[in-house]
């Protein structure tokens, strides 16, 4: 809770309507006067609407006070009726999509517990308790229980889960920006569907700082037919971001030119006595700036650390508390970190790299300062010269309140289909009474009784391709007519496998005598041999053995530039973020009111002079020769995954009319045609080529759709539960998993090609590599779009980093860099 100047007398907290037994509520208010707090409008609202018995969304600032706001009134209760400690019945469930986040909450709502003589059981559940506490909990759940929405599906699993739940009265759902929507989200969903049938006079609050649309948000966490509430704040916490600006910009700039060069101008800017976080985009960044801020200043070791969601648990722990305690005054971290952890004692943020998008530098810059009302500031560090020009576009955004929207979305059938087998897993289920109950999650409430029907074949005998295979006969009806587990062992099976977060075989990483420092993707460790090094955990390290599911290691005192890679490293921008920079690049004048922008205005006035800057309604075609062959360059500036749906859509198009081969490159800002022979690209460029209209023939036409779709459905396979990562005592790995959802596919593609997995692997296909809704939008726009067309001697600016970016495919660094210079030399002067 954030420290306020204003006192009030404790009976002030009481709402404008009793809400609860008076000596309880002045209890409370005591408790919080000796904090030096007083209750915001926003938390005695919540507290109100929870005593009306409503449910729905608390949708305030970082740092604000949203979980006292969400727990006070339930905790209000347990004082009013206190349990005795030895009684069973959960009566608060706390749900956190971050491990992380769940230590925070429960020391949080321990100290007032304990403060105010509650003596109940609190415990946090997630995949870091330990053993012998999650088997106790299986019998016997505390009062209050904070926990992760995978953790929480895991419960519902086991038989006696209604008795179990029965007695919950309140259900918070933390970071519901980062749940709602998705797949996690709809598996939370189905989960409080279930629970609300099992108690019914439970409420569900979802908390978040960041949303475009709360009333959806909202929506989505109190289920169909269920009025939701939605608490604000008038709480203005403004968000500053400043750049670190290079000493030069090329007129010429390329991905990754400017990449470590920025790393003294960031230490230089570092105070080591201020507590410091370094957000990168992915967990290679962090290893790699981590060590590069180390090597640059020695004499930080022990004040510096490094955290993301790989390193142990233990590791990240320490890190944590380095935070709190101020031992650590710096630590390089990805999204581990942003999220609601809370560390006041934070007073800078810094972004390496551009951040892509508006939601992701509110939350991240609200790591800082995280107390009520206080301003936040982050500093954004370039890796190329055109991430400024990213930089001031969020900037603008920001000032004026943009939040993206998120895509929700509907009916995936690979999560019903895990929640029916956990169903059965648990109670057991009669099919009518669980169609009704799934309904009402707002993510299937369109859900036909045929869908229902067709998923619940799939997982009772295989449905029309599996049946004569005994393994997927997971579920059977008893004489009753539940249908149960149809054996102890799938069940258990099933539970080792519970959850829809999608990532590579992970392998634990472990010194041959010590300690474990976290888990490593396969994909990358399997290319190692015995005595290669790489740097893992900001430490050299020397692989030794592979054995199972775990990578042996030693300290190595060599050095390796060698760092872990993981998948996912290319974050696009977001739609509205596109917009903003759209709309930056047609004012000219805001030019020289932003630093970044006037940082780069040598980019920008060499692109006008050569070619041209596009407005907001145009859009820019630059076409040129050189040794290479035919170029077009288009600049939608929409983004990495739309452009990458783009290209090949544009080149089918283009061959339909002509017949010719080409090679694509995209990136944020644009794409690249390269054709050997000569093609009348202007001649074909008019609005009517970027019609939306067959935009999914043309799609299916120009995109290898099916492989996609084949590599989506291992995802959905092991969701669904037609392949398993983990059995008792052994583990799947990632080869043997795509041999078996490779094989399903292709019998399902044969013989079921209105298979609904096949059908839904095809959508998150076009979405998840091309964010296909986005693309239709996309084309909507450019065929309404002034198409400036220029012809030029050589590439421009803007092009440059297109071209640079197919050259490195095949060159190494220093040669990338050789043939840049090159370049740059040769088309120096216009």
Not at 148 to 162: D, H, I, K, R
Not at 272 to 296: C, G, P
Not at 419 to 429: E, P, Q, Y
Not at 438 to 443: C, E, L, N
Request: glycine share 6%; with cysteine; net charge positive.
């Amino acid at each position: 809770m954030p420290r306020t100047s204003a006192k009030k007398s404790p009976a002030n907290i009481q709402p404008s309507e009793p809400i609860g037994a008076e000596a309880v509520w002045a209890k409370i208010g005591a408790w919080f006067a000796q904090q030096g707090w007083q209750p915001t409008e926003f938390q005695r609202a919540a507290w109100l609407a929870y005593q009306k018995k409503k449910s729905g969304l608390i949708y305030v600032p970082t740092g604000s006070g949203k979980t006292y706001a969400a727990v006070f009134a339930a905790i209000a209760e347990l004082l009013q009726n206190p349990p005795h400690p030895k009684d069973d019945g959960l009566h608060l469930l706390y749900i956190t999509p971050l491990r992380a986040l769940s230590r925070d909450v429960e020391k949080s709502i321990r100290k007032p517990c304990d403060d105010l003589g509650l003596n109940i059981r609190i415990e946090t559940r997630t995949g870091d308790t330990k053993a012998s506490l999650r088997r106790k909990q299986q019998q016997r759940l505390p009062h209050i229980l904070i926990t992760t929405p995978e953790s929480f599906a895991l419960l519902l699993s086991y038989p006696g889960a209604q008795e179990q739940f029965r007695q919950t009265r309140c259900v918070v759902m933390d970071e519901w920006h980062e749940l709602a929507g998705g797949k996690r989200g709809i598996l939370l969903e189905l989960g409080l569907a279930r629970l609300r049938k099992m108690a019914p006079a439970v409420r569900t609050w979802a908390l978040s700082a960041t949303l475009a649309d709360p009333q959806t948000a909202a929506r989505l966490a109190v289920g169909e037919g269920n009025k939701a509430t939605i608490v604000k704040a008038d709480i203005a916490r403004p968000v500053f971001l400043r750049s670190l600006l290079p000493e030069r910009v090329d007129a010429f700039p390329w991905a990754g030119h400017l990449g470590l060069s920025m790393r003294d101008k960031l230490v230089a800017d570092l105070d080591i006595e201020r507590s410091t976080l370094i957000f990168t985009n992915t967990r290679y960044q962090a290893e790699k700036w981590f060590q590069e801020i180390l090597d640059a200043r020695p004499e930080w070791a022990g004040l510096i650390a490094l955290h993301h969601g790989s390193l142990d648990m233990r590791v990240r722990e320490f890190v944590e508390a380095g935070i709190k305690s101020g031992a650590l005054k710096l630590v390089v971290c990805t999204s581990s970190l942003d999220l609601g952890v809370d560390f006041p004692q934070v007073e800078r943020v810094y972004q390496i790299g551009s951040p892509k998008g508006i939601a992701r530098t509110v939350q991240r810059a609200g790591r800082a300062r995280h107390r009520l009302g206080e301003p936040c500031e982050i500093a954004c560090v370039p890796t190329h010269a055109l991430e400024l020009l990213e930089f001031a576009a969020t900037r603008s955004a920001v000032e004026k309140g943009e939040v993206e929207k998120r895509p929700f979305l509907q009916k995936p059938f690979d999560v019903l289909a895990q929640h029916l087998v956990s169903c059965a897993t648990g109670d057991g289920f009669i099919p009518e009474d669980l169609f009704a109950e799934v309904k009402t999650a707002h993510s299937f409430c369109n859900l036909t009784w045929q869908e229902f029907v067709w998923v619940l074949a799939l997982v009772e005998h295989g449905g029309e391709n599996l049946h004569a295979y005994g393994e997927y006969h997971k579920i059977a009806r008893d004489e009753a007519g539940t249908f149960r587990i149809a054996s102890p062992r799938l069940g258990h099976v099933h539970r080792m496998n519970i959850g829809t977060i999608q990532s590579d075989a992970q392998l634990e990483v472990k010194f041959l005598r010590g300690k474990t420092l976290g888990m490593i993707e396969e994909g990358f460790i399997s290319r190692l041999q015995k005595g290669d090094r790489f740097v893992f955990a900001g430490r050299t390290l020397e692989l030794f053995r592979m054995e199972e599911a775990r990578v042996l290691v030693r300290l190595s005192e060599k050095t390796s530039r060698a760092i872990t890679k993981w998948p996912g490293s290319r974050m696009p921008i977001s739609e509205s973020l596109s917009a903003e920079i759209r709309a930056l690049l047609s004012d000219r004048k805001r030019w020289h009111e932003s630093a970044e922008l006037s940082a780069i205005e040598v980019i920008l006035q060499r692109q006008a002079e050569v070619s041209a800057v596009p407005a907001a309604h145009q859009l820019l075609a630059e076409i040129c020769r050189t040794r290479e062959g035919h170029h077009l360059f288009l600049y939608p500036f929409e983004g990495r995954l739309v452009h990458e749906g783009l290209a090949p859509l544009l080149a089918y198009r283009f061959a339909r009319l002509q017949k010719a081969s080409f090679s694509l490159t995209v990136n944020d800002y644009g794409m690249e045609f390269l054709c050997r022979e000569a093609f009348p690209f202007q001649e074909v460029l008019t609005a009517a080529f970027f019609s939306p209209e067959n935009l999914a023939e043309d799609t299916l036409a120009s995109l290898n759709i099916s492989n996609m779709a084949k590599r989506q459905f291992r995802d959905i396979a092991r969701i669904t539960g037609l392949v398993n990562q983990n059995y008792p005592g052994r583990r799947n790995l990632t080869r043997q998993l795509q041999a078996s959802a490779s094989l399903l596919f292709d019998v399902f593609q044969r013989y079921e090609p209105d298979n609904l997995l096949l059908r839904q692997a095809e959508r998150e296909a076009l979405d998840q590599f091309f964010e296909a809704s986005r693309l239709q939008r996309t084309l909507q726009r450019l065929s309404s779009a002034e198409i400036l067309l220029r012809q030029l001697p050589h590439p421009t600016p803007f092009g440059f980093p297109l071209l640079t970016e197919r050259v490195s495919s095949h060159l190494t660094n220093e040669s990338i860099a050789d043939r840049v210079a090159k370049l740059i030399k040769q088309w120096s002067d216009p």
